[in-house]
Structure formats: structure tokens, C-alpha cells
């Protein structure tokens, strides 16, 4: 007998498919069957019913930027632990970062990382694989192998591309496997040894500063590359004002750009620093108010074409460390939504059909999958969403294994209630 289970009487949110009323929708064996107005009669024939009266009903989101830490730093996360943090989240489907150690940039690395996603049984999982060998900008890593294997694009997470003729080989490559490499923007030679953005608050703190123009000057000069090869390129995590401009006239020149905005930036400024806390370290730095102020008009205007959350996990003891010394990043997996639907519906920059699409359809296309749509015949992913329940971030209840997160205490709207996955329940409330 089929697997047969009905979603019934949500508020059912498809932007692929223009998607946004009442109405219910069935999965069977593992993939959407249906999706209407169901008569009653199909009630008494299915394996299992999902009440999502007052519910939101979507594509299973998706996050095109995390870091598991597997293998090499387990202590701080597995692809299991992630993987359980990502589904309680509503994420149905991730991409793990390879700034792993080793780092990810053989085709057994990409198998390796699958091969643990799909023992964990819990989200499906991706995997980018490194530009260059040991993520040194210096000599091309195996990128046809790796794409063979199923690497979902090439970058050097945590690093830039410094050599811009390599970066130029790898976009000519990574177009022949007709896969995107993504770029952390950073320019060393304007980053130096910084810890925060450069400005004032930087001075008063007597902290060393990372210049905008870092991030800036390898955005503008990869776009450069692009306009020759024609290679499909997606800019990680921007931050500044000046990303977004370089970013509008690319898209202006019809370039294969695309972008993501992580929730850090658009809820946090540099001020957040000002106490030395070190979970408001992250790469690159929080910005000042008038780059948050351009993140969220790029948002309002459509130039972002995915949110990620750039999920960095990290012992709590390497964070105790002076902010100098302590590592970057912020774990924010399991409050994602929530501090999407704080930056961006509360002071109505999107609606639920806009955040919807750059949670699912929008990423899918950026990394090729054919995901993040309720089509008839598709992978069965939803995530069933209290779009009105209030709660608070409490650190101490995530499943992912960091704490290194600035928002424990805050109270956010917006709660996952169940995660399906192929047909299946791998999280409810």
C-alpha cells in the first residue's frame, strides 16, 4: 500500500509556481501527488492527516551555507548534530562549507560528506567543494571529480580567492561542469589582520579594523571575470553598501550573479562589539547602520537572491578567548526563521511569499538542485510553519552542539512545527 500522507487546509506557499492560497496538499510514496482542493474521500484513504489550519505550508527551505566542522572538528559539530539542528529549523536541505580540516576538495571528501548525510537520515545534505588545494589559492583542486561526485559548487569559504588568474581558471572550469563557485569576498590586502569593520567604532575600541573594501575590491574584480568566461558566480554573505551597488549593475548587465545576505546583517551593526563580546565576531565583520539600512532596500528591491545563514559552530571555550584571539562566526541554524521574519516581514520589507521564495526556490536554482517547489511529481519537502507563534531563543535547548550565538534571550515570531523530507516526518513540535 502507498505511503500516502495529507497536509490539509493550509495556507499553501509555492512561489515557483506562483503558488499562495488555502488548500491541501498530498504526498505519496516520497513525492507531491497533489496539490488543490481534495474532497473529502481521499481523507479516508491515507496513511496519515496533518491538521495545518492557520498554518503556513512550504517547499522545504533551504540553506546554501553552513559549516558542520565534519570531518576534523567534531567536537564543535557533525553532519549528524547539524543535520538535527537543520530539520528542527525547517530545513530540508543544506550545503556544508569546505573550509573543513582536511578540507573538502577530492571526490572521496564530497562522497564522505554524503555518505554521512544519508546515514543521519535527517536533512538532505550537500556539499561545496574547495577551488584550490588546501583552500590556498594557489593550485586548482580535482573540480571535475568533485562535480562528477555531486559537489553543488566550488569555494574557498573563509578565504578569497587572493590570485585573480586562478580565480579566472576555476570560473572557466567550474562553467564546463556547469556548476556556480562561490566566493568569500575578502581581499587580504585590505582585510590585514582585522576583527571588526573599520570605522570609527573600530578606533574608540582600539581594535584592528577590516576595511569595506575588501569585501568591495574582490567583489568588482571577480565581476570583471565573469563578464569574460560568462561562469555562473554566486557572492557569499554580503555586507556592505558597496556589495550592493557592484552587485546592481551586474545584474543590470544581465552577468550569471547571484548574491545571499545572511540574518547577522541585517539585524546587527558594529556597535554589537562594543562590549568585546566575542559572539559578535564574525567574517565578514558586522557593518554600520547605513550598510544594514542598503542590505534590507537591496532585499525590498529583489537584487538578494538567497538567505543563508552562515551557521558557524564553535566550542564556547575558543570563544572565551580575547576578542582578538577568539574565532569568527555565529551558529544561528535553529533561530533562522524566526530572525528572518524580526528583519524582514515585521518592518515589512517582504511578505511571506517574498521570504518564502529566498528560502526555497531561489537557492535551489542558485546550487542546480531540482528542489524548493510543491510541483506535481516533485521530492516531497515541506516545512509546516506557525507563522504567529512567539518564542525565545534559549541557546541551552539547541540541538546543534555550539552556543555561540548573540541572540539567546531574544523573542522572535515565527515557529517550525513539522519537517517533512521525502514523504516523511523527520521533526515535529
Known sequence: MANQLLIKNGRVIDPANQLDKTCDVLLVDGKVAEVGNLNGAVEKTVTRVIDATGKLVTPG?????VHFRDPGDEEEETIASGSTAA??????????????????ESETDVEYVHRKGRQTRKTHVYVMGAITKKREGVELAEMGMMAEAGARGFTDDGNGVQNSAVMLQALKYAKMFDVVVAQHCQDNSFAANGVMNAGYCSTILGLP????????AMLWRDIQLVRKTQGRYHAQHISTMGSVEIVRQA????????????????LLTEECCSEYDTNYKVNPPLRSRKDVDALKAAMAEGL??????????HLQSEKELEFLAAPFGIASLECALGLYVKALIEPKILDWPGLIRLMT???ARIIGVDKGTLTRGKQGDVTIIDPNAEWQIDVNKF????RNCPYHGWTIKGKVEKTIVGGEVRFEL
Open 87 to 104: 530539520v528542527a529549523a525547517g530545513f530540508t536541505s543544506v550545503v556544508c562549507m569546505p573550509n573543513t580540516n582536511p578540507a573538502i
Open 251 to 266: 545584474k543590470k548587465d544581465s552577468l550569471p550573479v547571484s548574491c545571499e545576505v545572511t540574518p547577522h546583517h541585517l
Open 61 to 65: 527551505l533551504i540553506d546554501i551555507h
Open 304 to 313: 538578494v537572491d538567497a538567505l543563508a545563514t552562515d551557521h558557524a559552530p
Open 399 to 402: 540541538v546543534s552542539k555550539s
Open 209 to 216: 579594523g577590516m576595511d569595506a573594501l575588501a569585501e568591495e
Open 361 to 363: 526556490a531561489n537557492p
